[in-house]
């Protein structure tokens, strides 16, 4: 059950090690961002040195018990790195101040593992938690040191997440509704464990109950957390798969339309970046870039098209525009005032395209010849 549970979490959070590190790249550091990544990383590497043969490899070439100390710090190190993220998230900078207090703490609890660690007999450093094994006092102590930060540090966060929980809305307050869940079960298990080890050490009482309690609460805990971590990326790639769908679709209806005005006004084609008019980049681009040059060629024909053009029959504006493409063709130029032609449905560059796809279907729809006016 732990394996699987080990399993699961390493690829959770190496999937979310992966996005923090494009998202890193993309934002261009920060403050913030880094101490997101960095808390990702550390709970990643804290899941990887778990294997049995990277525990085996750490404690023959460092110490034994040295897989152990590590990946107790490595978990202080990010949950240390979260409360910095949770911290400077916020405006208060009371709460900034507070965030960098935070390495007093963590060095406190990286000190107290590394010399419980040596105070322990190197014959119990790497067995499991039970009620014999606490009775030693170093290795009761070791567990007793990680559990209480552990516990102290996801309050903070579960803290602070709680208040943004309180004023944010939609998708994102069920993320942090969750994440801080997550991490409510997380510092939960780490808790019941550290009473367990408390309780066994002193000889109060042995409930081993306890111990399959923690272990449960730890492993509902983590996927409930990284649910709320990996859903707005799951989101946000859904939502772009969903958009590049319905623009490559969107792209295809208004070809027609496009052909037709850059082939009478080629000047309006926007050049590429390597100073060309080859279109490239990504579907959304390419569809942006020619919402917008359909647009540019609609305002220099709008001087021989109706003021009230937009609230005519598709038909009818197929051939008034065929007539402003004609003079244009003839003249070089459409002489006069300019105004605003087929105004968008809505705010965005769909709403801007939703007019412009209706009249590009009625382009390919009317066969009619080109009508004088």
């Not at 509704?177 to 109060?204: D, E, N, P, R, Y």
Request: glycine share 8%; hydrophobic share 45%; with cysteine.
């Amino acid at each position: 059950m732990i394996g699987l549970i080990n399993a699961i979490a390493l690829v959770l959070f190496a999937v979310a090690l992966c996005w923090r590190i494009d998202r890193l790249r993309r934002e261009s550091g920060g403050l913030q961002p880094i101490a997101m990544t960095v808390s990702i990383t550390a709970i990643t590497l804290a899941f990887v040195i778990q294997g049995s043969k990277v525990k085996h490899s750490i404690d023959r070439h460092v110490f034994n018990g040295a897989d152990r100390a590590l990946f107790y710090t490595l978990l202080a190190i990010g949950v240390a790195a979260l409360i910095v993220v949770l911290f400077f998230g916020s405006a208060e900078s009371s709460r900034q101040r507070r965030a960098g207090m935070e390495a007093a703490p963590l060095v406190i609890a990286v000190v107290g593992l590394n010399i419980a660690m040596q105070l322990t007999p190197r014959q119990i450093r790497t067995v499991s938690i039970s009620e014999w094994s606490v009775q030693n006092v170093g290795f009761a102590l070791f567990f007793i040191i990680g559990g209480c930060y552990l516990v102290y540090g996801l309050a903070q966060c579960v803290l602070s997440l709680y208040r943004y929980v309180q004023v944010a809305d939609g998708y994102l307050r069920h993320t942090l509704a969750a994440m801080a869940l997550g991490l409510l079960l997380i510092g939960s298990g780490s808790l019941v464990q550290t009473v367990f080890v408390l309780l066994s050490g002193t000889s109060t009482a042995t409930v081993p109950t306890l111990l399959t309690v923690a272990t449960y609460l730890t492993g509902a805990g983590l996927v409930m957390f990284f649910a709320g971590v990996i859903y707005p990326m799951a989101r946000a790639r859904w939502l772009k798969m969903a958009g590049d769908r319905r623009h490559r679709r969107d792209l295809r209806t208004l070809d027609p339309l496009w052909r037709t005005v850059t082939e009478t006004i080629p000047a309006v084609v926007l050049p590429g970046r390597d100073g060309d008019d080859s279109v490239g980049g990504s579907v959304t681009l390419r569809y942006q870039r020619r919402v917008v040059e359909v647009r540019d060629a609609l305002v220099q024909l709008s001087p021989r098209l109706p003021a009230d053009f937009e609230h005519h029959e598709p038909d009818d504006q197929v051939d008034w525009l065929r007539y402003a493409l004609n003079y244009y063709r003839e003249h070089g130029k459409t002489e006069g005032a300019v105004h605003e032609v087929l105004p968008g449905d809505g705010e965005g560059i769909d709403g801007d395209a939703a007019p412009l796809l209706r009249l590009s279907k009625a382009l390919v729809q009317k066969k009619t010849e080109p009508v004088d006016r």
